[in-house]
């Protein structure tokens, strides 16, 4: 079973910087994709960024020239280095990652609350 484990949320003011980290573990042969979700209260769950087994990324219009997202294959890791943060960022924050393990995998991790405030 592949399980997913977030880090780096917390506090931060506006115009700061924050890094959120995605691990994958388990049983995993390939990874297609990996990516980062937000859900803000009281609405939907959204896609941040997404990348792709070739390196190929997408990201929402709201988040474009302000945030990173990469991936470290060797370690199954996804980051997300975000700046410039504003406080419509604030939300948790969910990794996702679709692959083939043991079986076809679609997993998420358990969410890390970001929130953007003085």
């Known amino acids: 079973q592949v399980q997913l484990v977030e880090s780096g949320g917390g506090l931060v003011q506006p115009g700061g910087s924050l890094r959120l980290s995605c691990v994958a573990s388990?049983?995993?042969?390939?990874?297609?994709?990996m990516g980062w979700y937000r859900q803000a209260p009281g609405k939907q769950r959204e896609l941040v960024a997404r990348?792709?087994?070739?390196?190929?990324?997408n990201y929402a219009d709201s988040v474009k020239g302000r945030f990173t997202i990469s991936r470290d294959s060797a370690k199954n890791t996804v980051i997300l280095q975000m700046s410039s943060v504003k406080p419509e960022d604030t939300a948790v924050y969910y990794c996702?990652?679709?692959?083939?393990?043991?079986?076809?995998?679609?997993?998420w991790g358990q969410g890390t609350q970001v929130t953007v405030s003085s």
């Open positions: 388990g049983t995993i042969f390939s990874i297609y994709a």
């Open positions: 990348i792709a087994g070739g390196g190929g990324t």
């Open positions: 996702n990652a679709v692959g083939k393990g043991s079986t076809w995998f679609d997993v």
